[in-house]
């Protein structure tokens, strides 16, 4: 759900396409900026290491892609941070990106969630925000 990407994840583009949300009680119930910040750190090094999605990221720098979904998930929660990435359209485009890697990637982040013991109605809210995406990162 979340994204695989090419040279960064998916996610990491669609702040311009999607609204924020409406005030900060996701930015808020997911740690603020520490708390996503540790949130992305976990799932990126799940996603290097995840046999069936991991080649997508081979040449994707793990210090960036961290950054940039940090920014990507902050902003989107309704917190102060500012995405400038790519579209997530331009970041997928070439990767072949099949709904089952899509998935895939979902599963990744909900398990670093559930490591981090964020309840199942904030990982939803935080969730329903991304799938959106999922039309501009499955390309086959």
């Known amino acids: 759900m979340l994204a695989l990407l090419g040279g960064a994840v998916a996610w990491h583009t669609a ?3 999607t609204p924020a ?3 900060d009680a996701l930015y808020r119930a997911l740690g603020e900026k520490p708390g996503i ?3 992305m750190n976990d799932t990126v090094e799940r996603l290097f290491t995840d046999p069936q999605i991991g080649r997508f990221f081979k040449d994707t720098k793990p210090a960036n892609l961290k ?3 940090r920014d990507q998930v902050c902003f989107l929660s309704g917190g102060p941070c500012k995405y400038e990435g790519d579209t997530m359209k331009a970041v997928h485009a070439e990767l072949g990106i099949r709904k ?3 998935n895939r990637m979902v599963e990744v982040l909900q398990a670093a969630m559930d ?3 964020i309840p199942f109605a904030t ?3 935080l969730l329903a925000l991304l799938a959106p995406m999922h039309r501009d990162i499955i390309t086959r």
């Open 15 to 17: 702040a311009a396409q």
């Open 21 to 23: 949300a409406p005030d």
């Open 37 to 39: 910040t540790a949130l």
């Open 67 to 69: 950054e940039q979904l």
């Open 100 to 102: 089952a890697d899509f």
């Open 115 to 117: 490591a981090r013991s």
């Open 123 to 125: 990982q939803n809210r």
